[in-house]
């Protein structure tokens, strides 16, 4: 099953942050059964040529992205639970390879021997938005799905048309948010898990945004690291579970002031132009 060797550059490193942070989902308890999906766009460490590509999936239609031909990505299996993920990535994850001709993939390592592993049911939303990246935010190597408590259950209070109220609520309860996601959160109004409804949706927003709010459902970041895209979900569920603890004290939390914020947006200007 194996064909190619994670003892080199680059690949370890990605499989022991996907782990680290396969735990951190669990951990937090935002991963119920099998839920959430990792995937991180490792083309740069495979090798070009591979020996013994011995498993060749077939897929029912091509894949639609002649640019991703020949890409490699990790990404977590069906059915499989972060908490073993966090324990063995090797047989709960796998890197496919896209086929040439766009009609399959090769896996090309993981699943721990067992022949039937499949990529996660939202493998084309993930490729639909590496696809995207690719072209848009070619830094952007990560894609990280979660079901962060506190996060979901603000969409079952705030309505999707509401995005703007929602991220003022969450810049005003956490210093942090104003400096690192300045451009607020989107909130994709529900769309059925696994479309390609969802997909095309989420490929929308993530034009103006890196973290994405699926209503009643979890979020999705993309970013350039593993552990720095789990960072900037933690830190957004962190407000919305302030806000919360607020409200379930029984009481309206008062938020930072608009000066206070104002001040934040001009060390978040300074910063970003700083960091770019
Ligand atoms: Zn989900």
């Known amino acids: 099953m194996k064909s190619i060797s994670v003892e ?3 690949l ?3 499989l022991d942050q996907v782990a680290e942070v396969a735990g951190y989902f669990w951990q937090n308890r935002w991963e119920e059964r099998n839920g959430g999906n990792i995937s991180v766009n490792v083309t740069e460490f495979v090798p070009v040529h591979i020996e013994n590509l011995d498993q060749y999936i077939f897929r029912n239609h091509a894949i639609e992205y002649r640019e991703l031909a020949g890409f490699s990505f990790f990404i977590t299996g069906t059915g499989k639970r972060m908490r073993d993920m966090a324990r063995q ?3 709960n ?3 496919i390879r896209i086929s040439e001709k766009l009609d399959g993939y090769h896996v ?3 699943a721990a021997g067992d022949p039937h592993i499949r990529p996660t049911s939202e493998f084309p939303s993930h490729l639909a938005i590496h696809h995207f990246l690719l072209s848009h ?3 952007h190597k990560v894609i990280l799905h979660t079901h962060p408590t506190h ?12 995005t703007e109220k929602l991220n003022r609520i969450l810049w005003s309860m956490h210093p942090e948010m104003k400096v690192f996601i300045p451009e607020g959160v989107a909130v994709v109004p529900y769309r059925l898990p696994g479309s390609e409804a969802i997909a095309r949706a989420t490929v929308e927003y993530l034009k103006h945004h890196r973290v994405v709010l699926w209503e009643k459902h979890g979020i999705l970041a993309t970013g350039d690291d593993i552990l720095d895209t789990f960072d900037v979900i933690d830190m957004a569920n962190k407000a919305a579970e302030i806000y919360l603890t607020c409200k379930n004290a029984g009481f309206e939390p008062a938020g930072l002031s608009a000066a206070q914020l104002d001040e934040l947006d001009e060390m978040s200007r300074q910063w970003h132009s700083d960091a770019g």
């Open 93 to 95: 994850g796998c890197i």
């Open 8 to 10: 080199q550059d680059g």
């Open 89 to 91: 990535p090797e047989g």
């Open 108 to 110: 090309i390592w993981g």
């Open 12 to 14: 370890k490193s990605v």
């Open 137 to 139: 935010k070619p830094g």
């Open 151 to 162: 996060m979901v259950a603000l969409t079952h209070i705030i309505e999707h048309h509401q």
